[in-house]
């Protein structure tokens, strides 16, 4: 992770053996921490941000290529390239696009500002 402008750096996972790639980042409302998500499903807090779980443990059928946080920052989404959707926290699971057959490729995850 690097830090630009007035971002601020909190850590990153640069001295652990990763076994899966860090696809994503979400900023926590404040700006106060970050949440990465590995493509295996790993997920690290770093700063304010607080861990809320994540499907490192599970056998997915894709791998995961993107997460976003809820507005206040009490939960986060990750999405897989195959549509399938995990949500932890306070996310809403609100379905997946993984039954919609037409679906080739799932590429980011965005929430609702509402």
Do not use: M, Q
Request: aromatic fraction near 14%; charged fraction near 10%.
């Amino acid at each position: 992770v690097f830090a630009y402008g007035d971002a601020n750096f909190f850590g990153s996972p640069s001295n652990l053996k990763l076994s899966a790639p860090v696809v994503g980042i979400a900023a926590t409302p404040d700006g106060g921490g970050y949440w990465l998500a590995a493509s295996d499903g790993g997920v690290f807090a770093y700063g304010d941000a607080n861990f809320f779980g994540s499907p490192s443990n599970l056998k997915l059928s894709a791998p995961v290529v993107a997460i976003a946080a809820t507005p206040d920052g009490g939960g986060y989404w990750l999405a897989a390239s195959d549509g399938g959707v995990f949500a932890y926290g306070e996310a809403g699971y609100f379905g997946n696009a993984i039954s919609g057959g037409n679906l080739h490729s799932t590429v980011g995850i965005a929430r609702c500002l509402c």
